[in-house]
């Protein structure tokens, strides 16, 4: 007796929805595109662009630039471009309609570093204040130094921008005329010091019993009658001479 055949048949098209629908690896899914440029995104004229950009700029007027990014040889000229992009998109939202062109046209020539990074910027991240003119010329030097070896390199290390590491805030060690360890407790007296104040205070308990002995010599003589002899010795009277003696003598 022969097995009914399948509702549906198994038709290569089948498999291949199957395959379409079998959940992927989040690993490779995750995985970010390429930092990479076979071809070089930079163009030769990228210089008259920000040139003519500049003659319709204020020299002065104020801009964020990155300050604490790691110096990295290989990702530097990318990391400043990328911020640098941003800024320009900045001023693009009030910038009027001919300015707005020419920022255009020198976000054009940058626009390739979003394919390396995301919009988030790190936290550690820290900006100054500085001249468009020289972020302007900051472009400039950093498209000159990646345009020779752009499309033989590979940037993937440069994805996250890193910074800096902050400085070390551990504490120091007190000065020796500063305040002890506790914060409250005075610093030891130095040797010289300590030896100066004993010096004093014997000199000064040695003229209080000077004064002291002075005083008592001077209330024991107004306490002694007049006349009196300084150190009075007993005598016996004349005929003290004893009784039995006497007696003998008659």
């Not at 003519?52 to 630039?65: A, I, K």
């Not at 990295?72 to 000229?77: G, H, I």
């Not at 070390?168 to 305040?179: N, Q, V, W």
């Not at 040695?206 to 024991?220: E, H, M, T």
Request: one cysteine or more.
């Amino acid at each position: 007796m022969t097995s009914p055949a399948p509702a549906w048949p198994l038709t290569a098209s089948t498999l291949l929805l199957l395959l379409l629908l079998l959940p992927r690896d989040p690993s490779r899914a995750a995985e970010p595109p390429s930092c990479t440029f076979p071809d070089s995104p930079i163009s030769s004229t990228f210089l008259q662009a920000i040139g003519r950009l500049s003659d319709y700029l204020l020299t002065d007027y104020p801009v964020e630039v990155p300050d604490n990014l790691q110096v990295d040889e290989r990702c530097r000229a990318l990391w400043h471009l990328f911020l640098a992009k941003k800024t320009l998109d900045r001023l693009e939202l009030v910038a009027g309609k001919e300015l707005k062109k020419l920022l255009d046209k020198v976000c054009t020539e940058i626009s390739f570093v979003r394919k390396c990074f995301s919009e988030a910027l790190p936290g550690c991240l820290h900006f100054r204040k500085a001249n468009i003119s020289h972020l302007l010329l900051d472009i400039s030097s950093h498209l000159e130094a990646l345009q020779p070896l752009i499309s033989s390199q590979d940037f993937g290390p440069c994805r996250r921008l890193r910074c800096q590491p902050e400085p070390s805030t551990e504490s120091t060690p007190p000065s020796p005329g500063g305040l002890g360890a506790l914060g409250n407790t005075p610093a030891p007296l130095k040797h010289s010091t300590f030896l100066l104040l004993a010096l004093g205070g014997l000199s000064i308990l040695l003229l209080l019993i000077l004064g002291a002995a002075w005083r008592w010599k001077q209330r024991k003589r107004q306490q002694r009658p007049t006349g009196s002899p300084m150190s009075p010795v007993p005598q016996s009277p004349p005929d003290s001479v004893p009784q039995e003696r006497q007696l003998m003598v008659l």
